[in-house]
């Protein structure tokens, strides 16, 4: 049954990877279970309750896409870069949706991103999202899914995808089980990251542990400080 919701935001805290592909827009989840909570996830219609401004971005709808980027991409940059499909995720879940509007990034955070993957630049700019808002002017919930279903605590802890009004605000959120975290668990985030995609990938945070005006958004709920990953299939190759 279509349950098409307009104005949807989804907020994203912890380390996750986006992927783009041509069918869907999908959330890889890593497994860090024995460093971060299971992820939980929350509905709401009051931007109040989450306490994270979300409904304060302001995104430019009329902004054109770059052609080298996945999808329309505004706020704070994300690591991005191409990379074909893995055959085997180990991916701790996956939610599976459709195509954003926009990928508002937040919280920025400086570091240093390299890579000994051949075929992957290391990306020139140093400041990367620890947190993502997907923006969708237009939604069918019906069509979000999530794989593995994941072992809720309680029934209420699982999201009820229903219009919540006007506009609604759904959290997938990962927090760390010791904050602040340190440098080191941020770059083990990373790292795992890249993993699960199958690439070698590294980051350090420099001084964005010490520097009060590039440090992480310490608000209820946190992230790790790992830079976020949009990440897409090659483009095919030019006839």
């Keep these: 049954m279509e349950t098409v919701l307009f104005d949807l935001h989804v907020l994203l805290s912890g380390p996750f990877v986006l992927r783009n592909d041509e069918d869907w827009f999908r959330?890889?989840?890593?497994?860090?279970?024995?460093?971060h909570y299971k992820p939980?996830?929350?509905?709401s219609n009051n931007a109040a309750e989450l306490d994270n401004g979300v409904w304060t971005v302001s995104f430019d709808k009329q902004k054109k896409r770059d052609p080298r980027d996945p999808v329309n991409?505004?706020?704070?940059?994300?690591d991005m870069f191409c990379w074909p499909r893995t055959q085997n995720s180990s991916a701790f879940a996956t939610v599976r949706l459709p195509t954003p509007d926009c990928v508002y990034g937040l919280s920025p955070a400086n570091a240093e991103i390299s890579s000994d993957?051949?075929?992957?630049?290391?990306?020139?700019?140093?400041?990367?999202?620890?947190?993502?808002?997907?923006?969708?002017?237009?939604?069918?919930?019906?069509?979000?899914?999530?794989?593995?279903?994941p072992d809720w605590h309680?029934?209420?802890?699982?999201?009820?995808?229903?219009p919540l009004g006007s506009a609604a605000q759904l959290l997938?959120?990962?927090?760390?089980?010791?904050v602040p975290t340190s440098e080191d668990h941020?770059?083990?985030?990373?790292?795992?990251?890249?993993?699960?995609?199958?690439?070698?990938r590294f980051m350090r945070q420099g001084s964005a542990m010490s520097n009060i005006d590039l440090n992480l958004e310490r608000a209820k709920y946190n992230d790790c400080g790992a830079a976020l990953m949009l990440v897409s299939p090659p483009p095919p190759p030019q006839q």
Excluded: C, H, W
């Design 154 to 162: 309680s029934p209420q802890d699982k999201p009820d995808l229903v």
């Design 27 to 35: 959330i890889l989840i890593p497994d860090l279970m024995d460093t």
């Design 117 to 149: 993957t051949d075929t992957l630049d290391d990306p020139p700019n140093y400041t990367y999202a620890t947190k993502v808002v997907l923006i969708y002017e237009s939604v069918d919930l019906s069509s979000v899914k999530i794989f593995p279903t």
């Design 73 to 78: 991409t505004d706020g704070t940059p994300l």
């Design 40 to 43: 939980g996830f929350t509905a």
């Design 172 to 178: 997938l959120d990962m927090q760390p089980i010791v």
């Design 186 to 200: 941020a770059m083990m985030a990373y790292r795992n990251m890249a993993k699960m995609v199958g690439v070698n």
